[in-house]
């Protein structure tokens, strides 16, 4: 069963918009139910109300949205919604995440809560990502743990930090599930890459025999980088997994992953021989 269309106007209230879409739903046999106290406590009360519905059978949230979609407005309302997705009592199932708005709706949701495994290995990596916002060098091993996780459990793609075709299951899923999903042109899965990139770089930090370390981004470029400390006589060799591993995503060319690696190795060689 289709949610039913429901015009919101820029002088409704949420109360009034909720109203519309509650009546929406009682013409189609089924009650609309607030979740409280979200609707009450939150600091997003006052311009966004959550609400729960049964459609088709299926248990529906339904987020309605009366103000602009801000990162002040949309940040909460992201941290509710994982919450909701990720509930255990939905272990066997993701339930549907539908938006009532008076803005268009921002790309990052759809992303999000689509009811495809890649929207779900991105609910997943977000706890632990944050959107790049709080990457905290300690959590790298951490990070990359949780990109290796998902893809076995959600790609069914098996590999670990030793695994000698490990650049070429990365880049299968590039070229495969990554690049087939439907996600908004302006949607990019931006958790599940950067837990991916980790996984890239610490695969490289466990292969490689020399010491290295995480360092944070620049302006130049913001995400974090590995320095592979070769030799006291020459500067770290740099190597920018994160950014390579989005840059690959982007361009649609995973080929790039094992030329880059082979290229680390060269440059790591030529330094100093491994200790």
């Known amino acids: 069963m289709e949610f039913p269309e429901v015009h919101i106007d820029s002088d409704d209230s949420v109360a009034s918009a909720a109203d519309k879409v509650a009546r929406a739903c009682r013409a189609l046999g089924e009650d609309l139910y607030g979740l409280e106290p979200l609707n009450s406590l939150l600091p997003t009360a006052d311009y966004c109300h959550f609400f729960q519905t049964r459609l088709g059978g299926e248990i529906s949230f339904v987020v309605v949205m009366i103000e602009e979609w801000t990162d002040a407005t949309l940040v909460p309302i ?13 272990a066997q199932g993701r339930p549907l995440i539908r938006f009532c708005s008076l803005h268009p709706v921002p790309a990052v949701l759809h992303t999000l809560f689509d009811r ?8 997943r990596a977000a ?7 709080e990457l905290d060098m300690e959590s790298s091993l951490h990070i990359a743990a949780v990109g290796m996780c998902l893809l076995r459990e959600t790609l069914n793609l098996s590999t670990d930090f030793w695994d000698p075709n490990g650049e070429d299951r990365l880049s299968a899923a590039l070229k495969g599930e990554l690049d087939a999903a439907n996600f908004p042109d302006d949607g ?7 837990s991916l990139g980790f996984f890239f770089g610490e695969r490289q930090r466990a292969q490689l025999d ?3 370390r995480w360092e944070h981004g620049t302006t130049r470029d913001p995400w974090p980088c590995i320095l592979f400390d070769t030799s006291p006589e020459f500067e770290p060799v740099r190597f920018r997994a994160i950014s390579l591993f ?23 060689a030529a330094r100093a021989k491994p200790r």
């Open 127 to 133: 706890p632990v990502v944050r959107f790049g916002s």
């Open 78 to 90: 992201i941290d509710v919604l994982l919450e909701i997705r990720l509930d255990s009592a939905f």
């Open 188 to 194: 990019v899965p931006v958790n599940t890459l950067v």
């Open 246 to 268: 989005l840059a690959a995503y982007e361009r649609r060319a995973p080929e790039t992953l094992p030329e880059a690696v082979k290229d680390l190795a060269g440059r790591c």
């Open 210 to 212: 020399y010491p290295s």
């Open 116 to 123: 495809s495994s890649l929207s779900d290995f991105e609910c």
